[in-house]
């Protein structure tokens, strides 16, 4: 969503490197792109004022006349202006002290309340809460209908005592507000620990629609009144979150939608004009599409920062601890890296989610947007599909894969030969590399010292001849140096091999003292370097 604002900052930000010093008109030019590039993302007009006055003021004091890197510390004062505009810090939701926890979902028809309803009773049931949703939703057609099937997707029960609307002539029927009652009721006689209500909207902001809203707030006294926005509405965001504010008074904002292409203008004006924290970020259509919103990371994504904690927290959360034990015992004891492992690696990284989404986490990734865009996802699946049609013996014992081999594993792949010959090969440079790792020989081809990282065990030893060490035609100007080739011309002319003198790379050298220096010897230009 945010791929054309970041662009235009990122591109902004690059006329401002390698300047010592930066004038009040590269400031003001630079501010002036900044302030292009929001109103062109359709954030409010009275944010956008704000917001580069803010870096305005900061650019042209101490802050950044003083810094040793001027255009570093512009960027730095984008990044942390940009955080207190998406809200500062990261609130989580509250908790109820004694009862079950009450959310309320509040939102215009279409925005995605009851998607995100199940969205968020999954994130909590991962969390090891136990929710419930009600179909407060009496008004658009299949809303209970719909409640029910996401539900079941998240394995979460459902109270919907009330059919609602089936068709669009159809006329609302129940009562609403006493749905909601009874769905609380309902939670604490199963001893549910969160109920999340989901409510009606509409395709515009009217009293009916908040008079609703009110009175189902009023019925259940919700912890947490969530406001789903959708994020594609550009400027119509500030006015609707404006009227729900005053006809609702929400406690935060949830935005949906936030993988779809528009500018993203909504995301950031509503939580600076309305006050309230953005706390989720609806991005995709699954049901796993759920992010915590951590207003500081969002702001590393759009300056093409990247967002490796977010990274990190999935690989926590997606991989199997116990295999990549198993994988890390079986590296230490030598054992070959087989097919059989290649594909658990590779479900593993398919259990993470999209690809692209990952490496669009990277920092630096803007540059290679369209790279990553065509990027082929199937690959693994077509991948996978080559490894299962291996016999077990395969698998483990890629040797002997043979030409006919080759062929039905292609023939009951759907693939082509070619395509499995080059499996095969992706495979060995994989074997190469997992068995010089665990021989701490490093990474393949980077080839340096018998052993790798100075002189860890395990490197192999190069067989080529040595280098011939250069003759020292003369004394050096240095005199310590001078000292150290007078000690070796010595220990050459009574037959001892040379040592490495003490503070030599990587502190090697065997504890030699350093030689004794005359103090007389130094040079007057280098004595005043040596004075206490």
């Given at each position: 969503?945010?791929?054309?604002?970041?662009?235009?900052?990122?591109?902004?930000?690059?006329?401002?490197?390698?300047?010592?010093?930066?004038?009040?008109?590269?400031?003001?030019?630079?501010?002036?792109?900044?302030?292009?590039?929001?109103?062109?993302?359709?954030?409010?007009?009275?944010?956008?004022?704000?917001?580069?006055?803010?870096?305005?003021?900061?650019?042209?004091?101490?802050?950044v006349?003083?810094?040793?890197?001027?255009?570093?510390?512009?960027?730095?004062i984008?990044?942390?202006?940009?955080?207190?505009v998406?809200?500062?810090?990261?609130?989580?939701?509250?908790?109820?002290?004694?009862?079950?926890?009450?959310?309320?979902?509040?939102?215009?028809?279409?925005a995605?309340?009851?998607?995100?309803?199940?969205k968020?009773?999954?994130?909590?049931?991962s969390?090891?809460?136990?929710?419930?949703?009600?179909?407060?939703?009496?008004?658009?057609?299949?809303?209970?209908?719909?409640?029910?099937?996401?539900?079941?997707?998240?394995?979460v029960?459902?109270?919907?005592?009330?059919?609602?609307?089936?068709?669009?002539?159809e006329?609302?029927?129940?009562?609403?507000?006493?749905?909601?009652?009874?769905?609380?009721?309902?939670?604490?006689?199963?001893?549910?620990?969160?109920?999340?209500?989901?409510?009606?909207g509409?395709?515009?902001?009217?009293?009916?629609?908040?008079?609703?809203?009110?009175?189902?707030?009023?019925?259940v006294?919700?912890?947490?009144?969530?406001?789903?926005?959708?994020?594609?509405?550009?400027?119509?965001?500030?006015?609707?979150?404006?009227?729900?504010?005053?006809?609702?008074?929400?406690?935060?904002?949830?935005?949906?939608?936030?993988?779809?292409?528009?500018?993203?203008?909504?995301?950031?004006?509503v939580?600076?004009?309305?006050?309230?924290?953005i706390?989720?970020?609806?991005?995709?259509?699954?049901?796993?599409?759920?992010e915590?919103?951590?207003?500081?990371?969002?702001?590393?994504?759009?300056?093409?920062?990247?967002?490796?904690?977010?990274?990190?927290?999935?690989?926590?959360?997606?991989?199997?601890?116990?295999?990549?034990?198993?994988?890390?015992?079986?590296?230490?004891?030598?054992?070959?890296?087989?097919f059989?492992?290649?594909?658990?690696q590779?479900?593993?990284?398919?259990?993470?989610?999209?690809?692209?989404?990952?490496?669009?986490?990277?920092?630096?990734?803007?540059?290679?947007r369209?790279?990553?865009?065509?990027?082929?996802?199937?690959?693994?699946?077509?991948?996978?599909?080559?490894?299962?049609?291996?016999?077990?013996?395969?698998?483990?014992?890629?040797?002997?894969?043979?030409?006919?081999?080759?062929?039905?594993?292609?023939?009951?792949?759907?693939?082509?030969?070619?395509?499995?010959?080059?499996?095969?090969?992706?495979?060995?440079?994989?074997?190469r590399?997992?068995?010089?790792?665990?021989?701490?020989?490093?990474?393949?081809g980077?080839?340096?010292?018998?052993?790798?990282?100075?002189?860890?065990?395990?490197?192999?030893k190069?067989?080529?001849?040595?280098?011939?060490?250069?003759?020292?035609?003369?004394?050096?100007?240095?005199?310590?140096?001078?000292?150290?080739?007078?000690?070796?011309?010595?220990?050459?002319?009574?037959?001892?091999?040379?040592?490495?003198?003490?503070?030599?790379?990587?502190?090697?050298?065997?504890?030699?003292?350093?030689?004794?220096?005359?103090?007389?010897?130094?040079?007057?230009?280098?004595?005043?370097?040596?004075?206490?």
């Open positions: 969503m945010f791929a054309n604002l970041s662009d235009r900052l990122t591109e902004t930000f690059k006329s401002l490197r390698g300047k010592g010093r930066l004038s009040e008109a590269d400031i003001d030019g630079t501010i002036r792109e900044i302030r292009r590039a929001l109103l062109d993302a359709d954030v409010a007009v009275p944010v956008v004022r704000a917001f580069t006055a803010a870096i305005r003021e900061r650019a042209l004091g101490a802050e006349s003083q810094a040793l890197n001027p255009g570093q510390q512009v960027v730095k984008v990044h942390e202006e940009l955080i207190e998406l809200g500062g810090e990261q609130r989580p939701l509250r908790f109820a002290k004694h009862g079950p926890t009450v959310i309320m979902l509040a939102g215009l028809q279409g995605g309340k009851t998607t995100f309803a199940g968020l009773a999954a994130h909590l049931k969390q090891g809460q136990t929710p419930l949703l009600v179909a407060a939703d009496l008004q658009r057609p299949n809303a209970v209908t719909q409640l029910k099937v996401v539900g079941e997707r998240a394995g029960p459902v109270f919907a005592p009330e059919a609602g609307v089936t068709r669009e002539d006329r609302p029927r129940g009562n609403p507000v006493k749905v909601a009652k009874k769905g609380l009721k309902e939670a604490q006689d199963k001893q549910h620990t969160v109920v999340i209500v989901d409510t009606a509409r395709l515009g902001v009217d009293a009916e629609l908040m008079k609703q809203a009110a009175d189902i707030r009023k019925a006294d919700p912890d947490e009144v969530l406001f789903v926005i959708d994020a594609m509405i550009g400027q119509d965001a500030v006015a609707t979150a404006q009227a729900f504010q005053e006809g609702v008074d929400f406690t935060g904002v949830v935005l949906s939608k936030l993988d779809g292409d528009a500018r993203g203008g909504a995301a950031l004006s939580a600076q004009v309305t006050g309230r924290p706390m989720f970020a609806s991005v995709g259509e699954k049901l796993e599409d759920i915590v919103f951590h207003p500081d990371r969002m702001a590393s994504r759009i300056l093409d920062m990247g967002d490796i904690m977010t990274l990190i927290e999935q690989a926590e959360q997606k991989f199997d601890q116990a295999e990549a034990e198993r994988m890390a015992g079986k590296m230490q004891r030598g054992e070959d890296f087989t059989t492992d290649f594909l658990a590779m479900q593993q990284l398919k259990n993470m989610g999209s690809m692209k989404k990952m490496l669009g986490m990277l920092p630096g990734m803007g540059a290679m369209d790279q990553i865009e065509n990027l082929d996802e199937k690959e693994l699946v077509r991948t996978e599909a080559i490894i299962q049609s291996m016999t077990p013996l395969e698998r483990d014992n890629p040797k002997v894969l043979n030409g006919s081999r080759r062929s039905r594993i292609a023939a009951g792949s759907g693939m082509t030969v070619a395509d499995v010959n080059s499996l095969v090969k992706r495979f060995e440079d994989a074997q590399m997992m068995k010089a790792m665990a021989k701490g020989g490093g990474m393949p980077m080839g340096g010292a018998p052993g790798a990282f100075g002189g860890l065990p395990g490197g192999k190069s067989k080529g001849k040595q280098a011939p060490q250069r003759k020292v035609k003369g004394k050096s100007g240095n005199p310590a140096k001078r000292a150290q080739q007078e000690q070796a011309a010595r220990s050459r002319a009574a037959g001892e091999k040379p040592a490495a003198p003490a503070g030599s790379a990587f502190g090697l050298g065997g504890g030699q003292q350093q030689p004794n220096v005359d103090p007389n010897e130094i040079p007057a230009d280098l004595a005043k370097y040596l004075k206490r």
